[in-house]
């Protein structure tokens, strides 16, 4: 027993020994890392020109009203020249024209856009300044009079309908400008599958507030009913400006494909 005991105390003595030796090893080994070791300087981080104005532009983003042309980039849903109005450089909802689209469809992005809803006050709750920016056609982020005007929290602007209240209602005041960065990242599909390998994931930034934080989306938007994760496999889709029957005016639309 006692040649046991003298025995397992010569091994952990051993062991601790080898430890040491390793540790102070490795802290040799550290030392010599030199500070350029973790430095990755290639490929160089590519180059643009920002925007004068945080709201401007970046020189790698396409515009997609500039407050003159609308036919350039958008088309109503047959793809006709839209009915929108150009009022004072903005883009004006006609109600009963329909939605517009971009002609361009896109994916994964970075969008600017400012909007504002009437200051003739009418209509409460749905009905008073509503629109809409869908993303990929699918994904609506809400538009409307949030000023003093209560409605379904998951309804409201900057939420993203029927599925995810903004964090807070920074809204302005209607007449005034208001807008919206958001980061978009679409959804991707399996090979065999109509589920969602990866949800669509938004963050949305409304006057400058975080108001939507990379949640996920469970499906695209629906009026009625629950939102499916089980959808149908979709590629790039355009952007998309709801006519909800109201005259909302949207201006500085910039986006960049990411
Ligand atoms: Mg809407």
């Given at each position: 027993?006692?040649?046991?005991?003298?025995?397992?105390?010569?091994?952990?003595?051993i062991m601790n020994v080898t430890v040491a030796q390793q540790t102070a090893q490795k802290s040799t080994e550290a030392d010599k890392i030199t500070p350029g070791m973790t430095e990755v300087w290639e490929p160089e981080v590519r180059i643009i020109q920002a925007g004068v104005k945080d709201s401007d532009p970046p020189s790698d983003a396409i515009v997609l009203f500039d407050?003159?042309?609308v036919n350039r980039e958008w088309e109503d849903s047959k793809g006709n020249p839209t009915k929108w109005l150009i009022q004072d450089g903005a883009l004006v909802c006609v109600k009963g024209s329909g939605v517009i689209k971009t002609k361009r469809k896109f994916n994964s992005c970075q969008l600017h856009i400012?909007?504002?809803?009437?200051?003739?006050?009418q209509g409460e709750s749905q009905g008073r300044g509503n629109s809409g920016v869908f993303l990929q056609e699918q994904y609506e982020v809400q538009v409307l009079d949030s000023y003093n005007n209560r409605t379904y929290r998951h309804g409201q602007a900057g939420s993203m309908y029927k599925q995810h209240a903004p964090l807070v209602n920074a809204s302005r005041k209607p007449g005034e400008w208001q807008s919206y960065d958001i980061i978009?990242?679409?959804?991707?599909f399996g090979?065999?599958?109509?589920?969602?390998?990866?949800?669509?994931?938004?963050?949305?930034?409304?006057?400058?507030?975080?108001?939507?934080?990379?949640?996920?989306?469970?499906?695209?938007?629906?009026?009625?009913?629950?939102?499916?994760?089980?959808?149908?496999?979709?590629?790039?889709g355009s952007l998309v400006l709801q006519d909800h029957g109201n005259p909302v005016a949207f201006r500085n639309i910039w986006i960049r494909e990411l």
């Open positions: 027993m006692k040649r046991m005991l003298t025995g397992g105390f010569i091994l952990l003595v407050g003159v042309d400012e909007w504002k809803t009437p200051s003739d006050v978009y990242t679409a959804p991707t090979t065999d599958s109509i589920a969602y390998l990866t949800p669509p994931r938004i963050t949305v930034f409304h006057n400058g507030v975080l108001i939507q934080n990379n949640v996920n989306l469970r499906g695209p938007t629906v009026y009625i009913g629950i939102p499916e994760y089980f959808v149908k496999k979709h590629g790039p």
